[in-house]
């Protein structure tokens, strides 16, 4: 199975926002061992979120694969023990611009396994953190069983 996110992706539930869905269009992803896609629109009620997904202000999902898979070792001739076992990572990640302060840069936060909030933006712009997180909840609901067969087979 391809691990294709499909349009439009329902977003995961999130404080104040109904129905929350984006809307994605490809994009170029930075290698040819991912996917990537921009938010070019929403839909629902989602108050304070804006859609614009520029260099500046990104709202991306990628998700990619290794570059080379992995595979196991040949076991130690003499101890018969398994030596290092390697890992194959596969990663999600989404990008989104907020504001940390009025009349200020926008900053980048990210939502991977880790989720990145600039100071400020908690407070300053928790409709955009919402968005990056309800968008990734929802993709990852979406493709559950596109990561789980990519995993497998190393095939996307």
């Not at 294709?4 to 104040?16: D, E, I, K, L, R």
């Not at 260099?55 to 023990?81: A, D, E």
């Amino acid at each position: 199975m391809s691990l294709t996110v499909t349009s439009p992706v329902t977003g995961g539930a999130q404080t104040g926002f109904t129905t929350p869905a984006y809307i994605l269009a490809a994009d170029t992803a930075p290698n040819n061992n991912g996917k990537q896609y921009a938010v070019s629109g929403i839909t629902g009620t989602q108050a304070g979120v804006d859609t614009s997904s520029t260099p500046t202000r990104p709202f991306t999902l990628l998700v990619s694969k290794p570059p080379v898979l992995r595979q196991l070792p040949s076991l130690n001739s003499v101890t018969g023990i398994l030596g290092n076992v390697p890992r194959n990572v596969y990663k999600a990640v989404v990008r989104k611009g907020v504001t940390v302060l009025t009349n200020q840069v926008p900053q980048v936060a990210t939502a991977n396994v880790e989720i990145s909030i600039p100071a400020g933006a908690d407070l300053n712009d928790a409709a955009n953190v919402r968005a990056m997180i309800s968008l990734l909840i929802g993709s990852l609901n979406q493709i559950s069983a596109g990561i789980g067969d990519t995993s497998v087979t190393g095939v996307m």
